[in-house]
């Protein structure tokens, strides 16, 4: 059973930092792409960030190109948590932000090119709000 806990969001002023922090329990698999998605009201779910876990390319990273230079996506060494740095934030930055995982079985992470139909296992979210 695999479960994934957000935590971390809040309020922040624009020009703030955040991180939030995604414990995974249950994944038994070596292979997987550990990705963040938000969605802000009115939008639809957007790609923010991933990192992949697998034999080759293990730890390669992924951004979108609005977050890019801002945000960065991290592992701790067991890759029990999963890490969002949010700084220079923007009031866009806004939405209820997801940790998810995909099983990655093209060897990659399909995040920018595919959305979230590869991620099938999510957590309930976590709001960000900046102000």
């Known amino acids: 059973h695999v479960q994934l806990v957000e935590s971390g969001g809040g309020s922040v002023q624009t020009g703030g930092s955040l991180r939030l922090s995604c414990a995974i329990s249950?994944?038994?698999?070596?292979?997987?792409?550990m990705g963040w998605f938000r969605q802000a009201p009115g939008k639809e779910r957007e790609g923010v960030a991933a990192?992949?876990?697998?034999?080759?390319?293990?730890?390669?990273?992924y951004y979108a190109k609005s977050v890019k230079d801002r945000f960065t996506v991290s592992q701790d060494n067991a890759k029990n948590i999963l890490y969002l740095q949010m700084n220079s934030l923007k009031l866009e930055d806004t939405a209820i932000y997801f940790c998810?995982?995909?099983?990655?079985?093209?060897?990659?992470?399909?995040?920018?090119?595919?959305?979230?139909?590869?991620?099938?296992?999510w957590g309930q979210g976590t709001q960000v709000t900046v102000s």
């Open positions: 998810a995982i995909s099983r990655a079985a093209g060897g990659y992470c399909s995040i920018l090119t595919r959305g979230a139909i590869d991620f099938g296992f």
């Open positions: 249950g994944y038994m698999y070596r292979t997987g792409c």
């Open positions: 990192i992949y876990n697998g034999d080759i390319n293990d730890g390669t990273t």
